[in-house]
């Protein structure tokens, strides 16, 4: 049976049923007019002899096959970035093994879309850390990704945020940074609401002087970025910065709550994708792509619509959680055997906000085995006291 029992807010149960998957078209053969990466999730291994707050435990084979099924629908993979638990569950050394086995398993594919996260999350915390050794950790971590072969997207910093004593600091930790690296980078402007301890980056915690501060650095160093991801959860802010940015410098949308509207654009300017909710919405994403490289915008915004209560309700405050409805969503529809996450991340929401996540995953057509489902999602809620 295609329906199970799930709670409402006001205490009752509801039996809800199941809508049918949706067939999402592609477009055989249609180039696509914007670049478009998913920040990928990682697979944990429920079977290793670890503690899960303390040590990451990744199922590589499953956590691989995952970004072949992207990669076939022809999206890019944006690996050890926040989504796959980076800095929260994943270590760096568990990272630079992703990084690795990611880039080798896009090139043994055909050289498949990959650009890979390089911060300074190695860096213990303590009083006594200067610019340089924000400097330091860095050059590491970019030496790491480009040995293996990848792109670097240039993470935001704990260490510098905390350590800084003003703009100039991140000017100059940027410029260094950017001078030394091989190809052009995608710099990633991570918000306060993913990572608190993120707050005031680029000197300023009023996001518009910080964007001054943030421009300033293309500027000077454009011929070695790629683009920026903010990921700023302000459609407002995101179109501003878009318009400024120098020749040849992409805008990366990492908006959760405004993606169709960014990448379609205002006739003008628009924005290409890195965006974590592409890992939950992997299809109907391609499928939308394809209708608007093929100049479809009705069946574009079609597509993408029903997409949009449910990434809205999967990055809800506090939206650094929202990777347990990401996991929850990949094991609802088959791509993993668990609901296990490094970090002991399934614990980070609440029942209504699964059940909630269900309605809507099933509403947008996104329950792609509506039995199989069912059936998971059953199991959680009884686990949960729920229908027992």
């Known amino acids: 049976m295609n329906q199970v029992k799930l709670p409402r807010r006001d205490g009752t149960l509801e039996t809800f049923r199941l809508s049918l998957p949706r067939n999402f078209a592609r477009r055989p053969g249609v180039v696509r007019n914007r670049i478009a990466f998913s920040a990928a999730h990682v697979v944990s291994d429920p079977l290793a002899d670890v503690e899960p707050w303390l040590a990451p435990a990744i199922d590589w084979d499953a956590t691989l096959a995952y970004r072949h099924y992207l990669w076939d629908l022809g999206l890019g993979v944006a690996e050890a970035m926040d989504t796959a638990q980076r800095g929260m569950g994943l270590d760096w050394a568990a990272s630079q093994e992703l990084i690795r086995r990611s880039v080798a398993e896009a090139r043994a594919s055909g050289n498949a879309l990959v650009a890979s996260g390089a911060g300074t999350d190695h860096l213990l915390p303590a009083p006594d850390i200067t610019t340089a050794d924000v400097i330091a950790a860095y050059e590491e971590q970019c030496s790491t990704v480009e040995a293996a072969g990848g792109q670097i997207i240039l993470m935001a910093s704990r260490a510098l945020a905390a350590c800084s004593r003003g703009p100039d600091d991140f000017a100059e930790v940027y410029g260094r940074v950017l001078a030394q690296v091989r190809q052009p980078v995608i710099l990633h402007w991570l918000g306060e609401m993913f990572d608190s301890e993120l707050d005031g980056y680029w000197g300023y915690a009023d996001h518009w002087k910080a964007m001054e501060v943030c421009l300033a650095v293309i500027e000077a160093h454009a011929a070695k970025i790629d683009g920026i991801k903010i990921s700023l959860l302000s459609e407002e802010k995101e179109i501003a910065m878009r318009a400024r940015m120098p020749e040849g410098v992409r805008m990366y949308t990492g908006d959760d709550f405004n993606y169709p509207r960014l990448i379609a654009g205002d006739g003008t300017h628009f924005s290409h994708a890195l965006l974590g909710i592409f890992d939950a ?66 614990s980070a929401r609440s029942t209504l906000h699964l059940a909630e996540l269900f309605r809507l995953a099933s509403q947008a057509g996104l329950l792609r085995d509506p039995e199989l489902a069912a059936a998971r999602m059953g199991a959680a809620m009884r686990l949960r006291g729920i229908g027992a």
């Open 281 to 346: 919405i992997a299809p109907a994403a391609a499928s939308a792509l394809d209708a608007l490289a093929d100049g479809d915008l009705g069946a574009y915004e079609e597509v993408m619509a029903p997409t949009v209560p449910l990434s809205r309700h999967i990055f809800k405050s506090p939206t650094r959680f929202y990777k347990t409805g990401i996991v929850f969503l990949a094991w609802l529809n088959g791509f993993q055997s668990h609901f296990t996450m490094i970090g002991g991340q399934e």
